[in-house]
């Protein structure tokens, strides 16, 4: 029971990571046109209930304040096809780009571009390594989210060492990038646990499942895993379910999926950190909209997330994403 109750603790613990904002206010580069009530929201991967949720939540926002919001999004998560689709948003000259780029260096020029046209830069969710693009960026806390995935991993765990794995998702991925550092520094606190290589899934669940499975056969002490991402995660819940060791090798993912809230139901997950889609769609409209009217905005802005299991699902599925709106 120790167990149960200190996962709650941890939800509690990880609400506390709320709305922290850097305090600074963003340059807001070249001149925009304060009566532009064109929006575009680039998301990472078409169809991905993460991005669905985030972009459903744009959506309203923009309807609600007398806004046009054109959303697309690559097909998979990745930096060629999304440089493209940003190319043709920036010669429709919206007003503001809502994006969440997909490689933290590829995309900088063409954001650079798109500022010194006057188009207002909004990082949602990922964010570019140079500072000094976007007028603002809202996202999870990921590094906090990594170290809560291994705090709850290790409350799972109990007594019980042995080796550890991370799976991340594509080089350059600021979000996986930092979710996977967070855990990494949190379980080598834990003598008794072995960390194993991070793995890079490409953000592939097909290939995230090999890497369980082959890691499986190499270290039989294996004793936990954390997925970074949706992908991640459903890969490994099935690589665990064909070798048989649903619940005996911890599974610990990120994000709340539909397919990720049913394998956390059905046993093949124990535990999900869920981020708040809804909330940084939401703000990033919000912010795209003031940048644009020349009224400043916070630099950074990070939003909260709640580690969930099996046994509080019920009373947080307002943290499951969604498919469609
Ligand atoms: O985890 C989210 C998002 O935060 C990350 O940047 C990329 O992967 C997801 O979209 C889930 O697939």
Known sequence: MRTHKGLLALGAAALLLAGCGSGQIGDTGGQTDPNNKNLALITGQRGEPFYVSLECAAQQEAAAQGYQLNAQAPEKFEQAEQSQILGGIVSSKPGAVIIAPTDDKALAAPLQQAKGNGIQVVEVDTA?????????????DNYAGGQL??????QLLGEKGGSVLALNTKAGTSTTDERAKGFEDEIRKHPNLKLLPTQYTENEP???????????????????VFGTNLNTGEGAGTALSNAGKSGQVQLVGFDASPKQVDDLRNGRVQALIAQDPAKIGKEGVARAISAIKGQPVERETKTEMI???????????????????
């Open 206 to 224: 097909a290939t995230a499942a090999q890497i369980v499975s082959s890691t499986l056969a190499a270290n039989p002490d294996l004793v936990g």
């Open 307 to 325: 580690s969930i299991t099996r046994d509080n699902m019920d009373q947080q599925s307002q943290y499951f994403y969604k498919s469609q709106c």
């Open 128 to 140: 570019l390594e140079d500072r000094s693009i976007a007028v603002t960026s809202l996202s999870s």
């Open 149 to 154: 995935a291994a705090q709850t991993l290790v």
